[in-house]
């Protein structure tokens, strides 16, 4: 029942993850080149295209932080795995434990950052979008992360025990 939860809730995180990142960062690309072409070929230049290029910066950033979550690909210090090898395991669940921690840690700071924003109704200078659309994705980004560390641990959990069965 979990495992058939976890999957459907992976597959729409995973759509989410690919889609919005491949529009965002093709939407960039496209205005980048235009600015360059305009740049050298016609010496004008797009003023909103460099803001548009570090929002999409900003928001890759933190929806990459989710997928690689989910790939296993967070940076970590694997040393001390190799020199003692039993003590993967409890570094592993001590590891998923502190990203647990900071995805909580985004999700209410991030809060608190964006209704912030929303109150003070800041904008972003030349394109005018409203600063609290940007900060949500710290909690966005929280939510995320939390949810894939959750999908990590439960496949951790489901290997360790199939392992345990087989032996």
């Known amino acids: 029942m979990i495992g058939k939860m976890l999957a459907r809730l992976d597959k729409v995180l995973s759509f989410f993850e690919d889609w919005t990142l491949f529009i965002s960062v093709m939407m960039a690309l496209v205005a980048l080149f235009f600015n ?17 290029v570090r929002e999409v910066i900003i928001y890759t950033t933190f929806i990459g932080c989710s997928a690689a979550v989910k790939n296993r690909s967070m940076i970590k210090i ?39 924003q929303a109150r003070t109704f800041q ?15 710290l909690p966005l980004t929280g939510v995320l992360m939390f949810i894939r560390t959750l999908q990590v641990i439960y496949q951790d959990f489901m290997q360790a025990e199939a392992k345990t069965e087989s032996s």
Do not use: H
């Open 36 to 52: 360059v072409v305009l740049r050298y070929g016609f010496n004008y230049t797009l003023a909103w295209s460099e803001e548009l």
């Open 78 to 116: 694997d040393a001390s795995v190799q020199l003692f090898p039993k003590l993967k395991t409890p570094l592993t669940y001590f590891s998923n434990l502190m990203i647990l921690t900071f995805s909580v840690m985004m999700m209410a700071y991030g809060w608190q950052m964006a209704a912030m």
């Open 123 to 137: 904008k972003t200078l030349i394109l005018q979008i409203p600063l609290v659309y940007l900060y949500a994705i």
